[in-house]
Nanobody
Framework: QVQLVESGGGLVQPGGSLRLSCAAS????????MGWYRQAPGKERELVAT???????NYADSVKGRFTISRDNAKKTVYLQMNSLKPEDTAVYYC???????????????WGQGTQVTVSS
C-alpha cells in the first residue's frame, strides 16, 4: 500500500557531496515526520536527521553542519544533502516516514529499502 523509494547513493571521495532522495507513494493520507537513518557494517542503525511536516529539523551530532535535510510535502519527498563526506559516513542509508494510511487510517512507520553510500579514496 505504501512505498518509500530512495535514490542518490553511490561512491564518493572524502570531502565530496551526495544528495539522497526518498519519495513516498501509495495510499497515503498524510505524512508526519520523515527522516534518514544509517547502518554501517557491524553497527546498529542510527538516526541521521529528521524533519517534521512543519519543517523542524533534528540532526545527529556527527553530521551537524555537514548534512541538510529538507522535504517537499507536495511531492511527498524528503532529501538529504550530504557535504564534506568522511569515510565514517559510509553506510546504508534508510528513509523513514511516519504517516496515516488513507484506506485504513492506521498510523504507522514505514522504511525504504536502503541506499549504499561509500566514502573512499
Amino acid at each position: 500500500q505504501v512505498q518509500l523509494v530512495e535514490s542518490g547513493g553511490g561512491l564518493v571521495q572524502p570531502g565530496g557531496s551526495l544528495r539522497l532522495s526518498c519519495a513516498a507513494s501509495g495510499s497515503i493520507f498524510s505524512i508526519n515526520a520523515m527522516g534518514w537513518y544509517r547502518q554501517a557494517p557491524g553497527k546498529e542503525r542510527e538516526l541521521v536527521a529528521t524533519i517534521t511536516s512543519g519543517g523542524s529539523t533534528n540532526y545527529a551530532d556527527s553530521v551537524k553542519g555537514r548534512f541538510t535535510i529538507s522535504r517537499d510535502n507536495a511531492k511527498k519527498t524528503v532529501y538529504l544533502q550530504m557535504n564534506s563526506l568522511k569515510p565514517e559516513d559510509t553506510a546504508v542509508y534508510y528513509c523513514n516516514a511516519d504517516l496515516w494510511v488513507r484506506t485504513t487510517f492506521v498510523y504507522d512507520s514505514y522504511w525504504g529499502q536502503g541506499t549504499q553510500v561509500t566514502v573512499s579514496s
